[in-house]
């Protein structure tokens, strides 16, 4: 079998690195015996060379340790980071919404509802409780005819006459025209005038309605869906913010003009 010239560097090549190998160990085992040997002497003054055995200092790999600080510092970070608050979230139910306006602004009109302009003159009117109806009149003189004589007579112009009651019927009345009542000066009270009289209280009688219970100033007090509430014994009005009106119904009959 030829011998290559190839396979021969490859065997020298190889060769030299074991005997590299086995002196760098031989060199470092010698190295280390020299540094931790002892010498004893005996009773016959024979050097007697100890050596100890010492391992080589392991390395620690502190790898762990580094990556468990970080994630230690990592965790306080986050933890002390600002959170922003997250946002309330109110429900709104549009429903009960939409029901309390419509109690605000519920009146109730009736079909055939109309804005009039009656003949009314305020001047002079002044209001009586005759045979258990209140009249609105004014004082007039009446020329009276006697024979060939006349003479002036003192009257009554009866211009209203509104029912006397104490307590409201069971079923309420729609409101049939924009004219609700008779003010103390005379003058109409409009519905949707509500406005001009919230300068008074509960305690000022304002006027009468057309169905003969009394209407009071502003007011905190409860009252039913017409605005009236009793009040020792008698039912009457009141206005109210929580109304776009004077009243929101009759308790009663309405009187007509």
Request: charged share 25%; with cysteine.
């Amino acid at each position: 079998m030829p011998f290559r010239t190839r396979d021969f560097l490859v065997f020298i090549v190889t060769v030299a690195f074991l005997v590299v190998g086995i002196l760098s160990t031989a060199s470092s085992d010698i190295k280390i015996r020299s540094q931790e040997s002892s010498v004893i002497l005996t009773e016959d003054n024979d050097e007697e060379v100890v050596y100890n055995a010492v391992l080589p200092e392991e390395k620690t790999d502190n790898r762990q340790s580094r990556l468990e600080l970080l994630r230690d510092k990592i965790s306080k970070l986050v933890l002390s980071e600002p959170k922003e608050p997250e946002p309330e979230i109110i429900e709104v139910d549009n429903d009960e919404d939409e029901l309390q306006e419509d109690e605000v602004n519920e009146i109730s009109l009736c079909s055939n509802y109309q804005t009039i302009t009656p003949n009314w003159s305020s001047n002079n009117l002044l209001f009586e409780i005759v045979e258990g109806a209140r009249i609105v009149y004014r004082n007039v003189v009446v020329e009276q005819v006697v024979g060939s004589t006349t003479n002036s007579v003192p009257s009554r112009e009866v211009v209203l006459q509104l029912p006397l009651r104490t307590f409201p019927l069971s079923e309420k009345t729609c409101l049939g025209t924009d004219v609700v009542g008779v003010a103390l000066d005379g003058s109409l009270i409009r519905n949707d005038e509500h406005s001009l009289y919230k300068v008074f209280g509960d305690q000022t009688l304002i006027g009468y309605a057309l169905d003969g219970f009394p209407i009071y100033g502003q007011s905190e007090n409860k009252t039913d869906e017409c605005g009236g509430s009793s009040l020792s014994g008698e039912y009457r009005y009141y206005l109210s913010n929580e109304r776009a009106g004077v009243l929101g119904c009759y308790g009663g009959i309405p009187a007509s003009f």
